[in-house]
């Protein structure tokens, strides 16, 4: 058996099938081309007064408005976004979603133990509950509730998986599942991971909250939010909304609470999509049920199958930009799409002269716990949460719950967790963080070739930091 690595840092499939696979692949997301996509709503302008303002309209915003009006319908919603609803990451993600609220369980002991019990119940509650409100609401997000495949592509993963919570399959079992001539054997675990059409979740979620009259107004940033009392007072570009309470849903862009800012590292994820597979080809790798996989590395890929057989694939490349910046032009990054595309091409190299239709990419909230945090400000008048680290499609809808039981002032198991009642590590400043995130990042390469933390990891993780793609 070969101890080559399955995936490292250079490009080893021939350059110009490469190019090939990727030669006229739209530069935007998949899912937000569907031809179901809703018209925006007007912006703002003027003034107005309501009970809760929610500033963010991606997932995060969406179930909690949507959640605000279900516990009171009487309570005057409004939800502002900045651009258009579910144009970030809710439009732009893999559609896994997964059950967990720590990023996994080895995170969750490392941060939460003495909360594991109690978040384990909630976790479940919220995955059921998040599955209920698709249907009581009639969102047709095509939910799949297929599991999740855990590979091993280097003969050292292969050990952590026998003792992770599934079915094990060695290396000619897991051929009854998928075939891939990098796999050294998976886990496959049916329970609380399932699939959705992002962009059709986060449409779904702002029909929702239309008809039980929560007032959307896109194309409305928040320029900044000032205590005025017994009130907050939002101004935006065109008006100003005083709010009696306020959400904020803005996760990975700076935050209008300025302690915050430095809680969260805005980095960037890219994604290729197939053109639709044949049978044929469906056929030579043998996937054919609707379940996502993802293999054990911290770099990491996730993939999985659309309703009409393309595949998704994702993750591998984590980056930050100098800065913390956030730019369009970020959303493409070549070199990362020709590692996708090489990656690809060996893991399921029975499909020949595949091409990819999409390559796109999109900015993620990393915060140095590898969850999502939820806390209080002015008074109590303001939540936030932030900070879900590329698992938000469950556990925004958790965060939601989170905040609204905050500006209750609500004692309950929720605001009684750690994530709601202590603040992650912050992130170092600049000129610091770039060159310490790039050796991170190396160090992180190394470990998955080795199968053993380096002195850098070790060092990070005393510290109490923590790193993944």
Known sequence: MSTTPAYDLDIRTDQKRIDAALAGAARTPFW???PGRPAA???????????????????CGLWTALQAK????????????????????????????????????????????GDLGVLSGLAEENFR????????????????????LNVATEEHQVAALRTAEGVFYDREELTELVRSPLYRAGTFKKDGIALVHPAKLAWGLKAACQKLGVRIFEHTPV???????TIVCARTDNGIIRARQVALATNGFPSLLRRNRKLTLPVYDYVLMTEPLTPGQLDEIGWERPFGISDTSRQFHYYRKTADNRILWGGYDAVYHRGGAIRPDYD???????????????????????????????????????????????????AYASGFTGLGVAATRFAGSVMLDLLAGANTPRTRLRMATRRPLPIPPEPLIYPAVQLVRRAIARADRRGRDGLVLKAANMLGYSFDS
């Open 32 to 34: 937000l081309e569907d």
């Open 41 to 59: 709503q007007p912006w703002f302008t003027g003034t107005t007064e309501t009970d809760l303002l929610v500033i963010g309209g991606g997932y």
């Open 70 to 113: 279900e516990t009171d319908p009487a309570r005057d919603v409004v939800l502002v976004e900045s651009a258009e609803i579910g144009w970030a990451a809710s439009g732009r993600n893999g559609g896994f979603v997964e059950a967990s609220l720590t990023h996994g369980p080895e995170n969750g002991r490392r941060y939460f133990a």
């Open 129 to 148: 509950q998040f599955h209920e409100s698709l249907l009581r609401h009639d969102i047709d997000a095509e939910y799949q509730h297929g599991g999740g």
């Open 223 to 229: 320029a900044e939010i000032t205590d005025e009392g």
């Open 332 to 382: 493409q990054r070549p070199e990362t799409f020709s590692r996708l595309a090489d990656h690809f091409l060996r893991t399921f190299p029975q499909l020949g002269d595949v091409r990819f239709s999409h390559a796109w990419g999109g900015m993620i909230d990393m915060s140095t716990q590898l969850a999502a945090f939820q806390g209080a400000a002015m008074g109590g008048k303001v």
